[in-house]
């Protein structure tokens, strides 16, 4: 027969920062890294962002990878590596920044279009992996610099 009598509530505190039992909180789907500063999305909503902005090819191109791959991060079906999801961060950001300075077809445009802080067409420049450069590119621009 069960036992009927009312358990005591726990009266140990929680740890800082930290779920018991040797598991970190916040933890998504398999494979994601917990949100960093209460990020309220991972890898496969900001590729799913990023391509809906930029284009699946387009985006494909920029991160060096199968026209098909973006696609499969999107699902869930295939996380991205480390170093693809730093740089899915690091265009997340740049995105952001640029809709920030310009309206999103305008946006479009200056991505194209040469540049003279980067010597070359800001998209190229990201497909070099030259983001703090397109990043201060952004700034100029936001500063009023016409380049």
Same mark, same amino acid.
Request: proline share 10%; aromatic share 20%.
């Given at each position: 027969m069960p036992d009927s009598t009312p358990k005591k509530p726990s009266t140990r505190k929680a740890k800082p920062g930290g779920g018991g039992r040797g598991r970190p909180r916040g933890k998504g789907r398999v494979g994601e890294a #917990? %949100? +960093? *500063?209460? *990020? %309220?999305y991972g890898p496969a909503q900001r590729v799913d962002a990023l391509a809906r902005t930029l284009g699946s090819n387009r985006l494909a191109r920029v991160l060096g990878v199968s026209e098909s791959q973006p696609s499969r991060w999107r699902s869930g079906h295939e996380t991205p590596s480390e170093s693809h999801h730093r740089a899915i961060a690091d265009l997340d950001h740049i995105m952001e920044r640029l809709? /920030? !300075? @310009? #309206?999103?077809?305008? +946006?479009? !445009?200056? /991505?194209?279009? @040469? =540049? *003279?802080?980067? =010597? +070359?067409r800001p998209i190229d420049a990201l497909t070099q992996g030259r983001y703090a450069d397109v990043l201060t590119a952004v700034e100029v621009a936001d500063q009023g610099g016409f380049d």
């Open positions: #917990a %949100p +960093a *500063y209460g *990020y %309220p809709h /920030l !300075v @310009f #309206a999103p077809a305008t +946006a479009m !445009v200056w /991505l194209e279009s @040469f =540049n *003279y802080t980067l =010597n +070359a």
